[in-house]
């Protein structure tokens, strides 16, 4: 059984202690990740842009690099929720076509994987802290992951949890849009800082590294001293601690 | 037309009127919460909603798929209710026969209840242009009217002003200052139409649903001005997308039940009415004659467009607008066009077919799903989005710089090799700007994000660098796994190999 690790350009360029805190926490569990190096992007930024001959391209090397994988797991619902545009954007190409669905079928966002594959809930984990969570659109909305992560959190011990106002609401990060709409943007981002400094929480947790980057930013912009961490971090953090 | 909102040439631009406004900002945070509450309480209430959207969606999809069978249907129904049918291919055309109806019958005034479609064939100046004063009755109308605006949203026009500004806009109408209160200026707006209503020789009212099966039309209004208009005046002109129609009224019992929890999270509107046909005989009231304009205007080039032809299933609920935190923040003028929001910004360039012009507007969307998640005949507006981007760099379009920088993109993101290597001059760059951890400096591509947030640093060592020690330990260390994990694992990857299981789309 292959489990291997989609890391996503952003997490291993940015934010490598999110792949790592996920690979130690599996391993718990007798999951060994394996990393096929080959991967780059998934291509969403040319995707959502427009660029789809550039997106195949990018594309391809997730194809080619999980090709012999039985699962594959990622910290980003927006990155797998692009796995799942893969049948759309090879729609015309008989070779790729079935690769492209192949992959989707075995794609899973990391707590989609932890509560629905291995069937864990409680990861034994001590994190005594108030909380707050950005629930990210992608994996929410495509994916439809939204009791997972609030299950797992449940049973952390300790952890104190506020709801975010607005929380179903885009942080403004959109890829793209970001730098293409910078003041919308900006805009959507301060209202999504504005909220989580309301809750007055320790920290903020999220599924996706893009969305956290960019409420992080602001947070950080402003002098805020909130503390931005992916879930899985916080799991292992949790564990390691507890 | 006018407006401080609607001036400017890109959406950037207009946004940014948009984002200086703080009046603009409140009041339609205000509204649209307040229209989202709404819905999201209805559907919940409702209990079987997702059920609902789908059986709403089946119905839309079936009738466009079929819309040559249901629109004859509907015309010959009607005629034989005594309607004049008429079919307007362009904008230019319906209006053509509008104006004609109106100096037939040597109108002065015509009373208008809400209606989008008049709004996008501008209308009103065309009737102006004839020495026809056309009058919008809805409150929000009336208001958009007299500041001589466009509507910035499909629901509620007017939704981007706040009470003191509407009652200043209605003081100067009065000739005396009216106090800020809603009853004040409602009543003063109901006394004022009263008149017009009676001394109006044309009323003209949109159409939100047309039913095959009897040639009927169905309004589905708050205010009862819709049924001021279509009962007083001698003569009544309704105009309708082509695509309005459902074949029955079985099947508007579904849409009754979607749209007005939509759109204000109301069971029903105050007034829903159907009309078939003219006056007859025994009736105490309605119009002597009776038009329906059927306007296609870029509607029918979405049909057989396997990406674009679901654009056509809107019932313009505007359940879209409220739930996009784009919209949020920047109004509905920022988007240029008659229509705003997510579907303004689809249907726009849509029914224009001019990609090149419109394509700032799609560009205005983070892509986060909340339009098709509040869509009750589930339109996948933030795929069609992308559509629109793809459609324009296709026709060579794109933009030059990103044409370049995606070129890039493609290059270094299609081998791993490569990919390594740019980050590894990414980190040696970077060293001139990071402090910190994090970089502030407003340069380059960075100048707008930082204006808003702190740009994060390339760590010391990527994730793939650091995967061989991390095995390593993680090999010493590794657990053996329980057996139900992994019989549940074995099971699942058989089963997909036997396409039974795996997982769609969400």
Known sequence: MKVSMMITCLSDALYPRVGEAMVRLLARYGVRLAFPQTQTCCGQPAFNSGYWEEARTSAKTILEAFEDSDFVISPSGSCTGMIHHYPKLFENDPVWLPKAQALQRKSYEFTQFLVQVLGVKDVGAVFPHKVTYHPSCHGSRLLGVKDEPMELMRHIKGLEFVPLPFAEDCCGFGGTFAVKMPDISGAMVTEKGDHVVETEAEVLVGLDMACLMNIAGNLRYRGEKVRVMHLAELLEEGVKGA | ?506
């Not at chain 2, 019958?105 to 015509?110: D, E, G, I, L, P």
């Not at chain 2, 009754?256 to 078939?276: D, E, F, N």
């Not at chain 2, 400096?441 to 994060?456: E, F, I, Q, S």
Request: aromatic share 6%; proline share 3%; charged share 25%.
């Open chain 2, 1 to 506: 037309m006018s407006g401080a909102a609607t001036a400017g040439s890109s959406v950037k631009e207009r946004a940014k009127l948009a984002l200086n406004d703080e009046f603009l900002r409140k009041a339609v945070k205000f509204t649209t919460e307040r229209l989202r509450n709404g819905k999201k309480a209805a559907s919940e209430q409702h209990g079987h909603w997702d059920e609902w959207r789908e059986r709403g969606r089946q119905i839309r999809l079936h009738t466009i798929a079929h819309l040559d069978y249901y629109l004859n249907l509907f015309a010959d129904n009607a005629r034989k209710n005594g309607v004049h049918i008429h079919f307007a291919d362009t904008g230019a055309e319906a209006v053509k026969i509008a104006l004609e109806i109106a100096r037939r019958v040597q109108a002065k005034t015509v009373v208008k209840s809400k209606s989008m479609v008049t709004e996008e064939l501008h209308l009103n100046h065309a009737l102006d242009s004839i020495g026809v004063e056309a009058i919008e009755t809805d409150l929000g109308e009336y208001i958009i009217q007299l500041a001589g605006e466009m509507p910035s949203h499909i629901v509620i026009p007017a939704i981007h002003k706040n009470r003191y500004q509407i009652a200043e806009l209605l003081s100067a109408d009065a000739g005396e200052t009216l106090s800020p209160d809603t009853t004040v200026l409602a009543g003063y707006v109901r006394k004022k139409l009263r008149e017009k209503f009676l001394e109006a020789d044309i009323g003209m009212t949109g159409c939100n649903f047309a039913i095959a099966e009897t040639g009927s039309m169905v309004l589905f209004e708050n205010e009862g001005n819709a049924r001021m208009v279509s009962t007083l005046p001698k003569t009544q002109i309704t105009l309708m997308g082509m695509e309005r129609i459902v074949p029955s009224w079985a099947d508007l019992e579904v849409m009754a039940t979607l749209l007005p929890r939509s759109a204000t999270g109301q069971k029903l509107t105050v007034y829903l009415s159907g009309i078939t046909g003219p006056r007859r005989e025994t009736d105490a009231d309605g119009p002597e004659e009776m038009h329906i304009i059927i306007v296609d205007n870029g509607r029918s080039l979405q049909l057989g467009d396997p990406e674009f032809q679901e654009l056509l299933n809107c019932i313009r609920c505007g359940a879209c607008l409220n739930a996009c935190p784009v919209y949020r923040h920047i109004g509905g003028h920022a988007y240029g066009g008659t229509y705003s929001g997510p579907i303004g910004a689809v249907l726009t360039p849509a029914l224009k077919k001019n990609v090149a012009e419109w394509d700032d507007i799609a560009n205005a969307s983070s892509l986060c799903g909340a339009c098709y998640e509040a869509c009750p005949v589930k339109i996948p507006l933030h795929e069609m989005l992308i559509y629109l981007r793809r459609r324009k760099v296709e026709a060579g379009r794109g933009n030059a710089l990103e044409s370049a920088g995606m070129k890039g993109f493609a290059a270094v993101m299609g081998n791993a090799k490569r990919y390594k290597a740019a980050l590894k001059l990414g980190r040696i760059g970077q060293k001139l700007v990071v402090r910190d951890g994090g970089i502030r400096a407003k340069l380059g591509p960075l100048k707008g994000w930082n204006t808003y947030r702190v740009a994060p640093s390339l760590a010391k060592e990527t994730f793939r660098e650091r995967w061989d020690t991390l095995e390593q330990e993680i090999r010493a260390g590794l657990r053996e796994m329980d057996p139900d994990m992994k019989e549940r694992m074995e099971r699942l990857a058989r089963e997909r190999a036997e396409g039974k299981g795996g997982h769609g789309h969400g």
